[in-house]
């Protein structure tokens, strides 16, 4: 009897743990697509095929939800735009485009609206981070005094807004976007 009761107890851990995780996936890929205030329990629940009732059983409330997935969404986020070596700048370049490509409208239309701000802080300080490594090496022969100027045009020409400007209002191809972008920071960086 003891062996069946172990079986039995894994067994449900095994289960509680996949619809955990099921219902944290869902809350992450809303997060992907909407803005915080406009993700619903009931949302949230429906798309992991549980009730609400269990969806705060697991995780206590909407809000300690939507934090967890919102750390699992940024991990991921960071993964996804870290993946070129720095000093790789067509690497770099492609990665930013891709996460543009995916999330740029929501970016924009969360600045637009100002609608999280702390998520707006926490981007634009990961953006800065994200110029400061990918370009380290082109960076480094850089002068102190020229450094910091050189960061602030890099940001800017990396920015989601020049995306949407190129991408969105001029509706130019991705591939041209790409190119166009990239140009740009090679030539900052050549100006050294």
Known sequence: MEITRQYTMRARAASAEATRERILDVAVALLAARFRSEIRLDDVAAGAGVSVQTVLNV?????????LALER????LRAQRLGAEPG???????ALLDHYERFGDLVIRNLAEQADLAL???????H??????????????VSAARRRSLVDALVCSCDVYTWKIL???????RTD???????VVEALLRVT
């Open 177 to 183: 976007v790409e190119a166009t972008m990239t140009s």
């Open 73 to 76: 969404w940024l991990a991921e």
């Open 88 to 94: 790789d700048t067509a690497g770099g370049m492609a």
């Open 128 to 141: 800065r981070k994200w110029v400061q490594r990918q370009f380290a090496p082109q960076l480094a022969k």
């Open 167 to 173: 991408r969105r209002d001029m509706r130019r191809a």
């Open 120 to 126: 707006i802080e926490t981007g634009r300080s990961g």
């Open 59 to 67: 995780y206590g409330g909407r809000e300690a939800l939507l934090e």
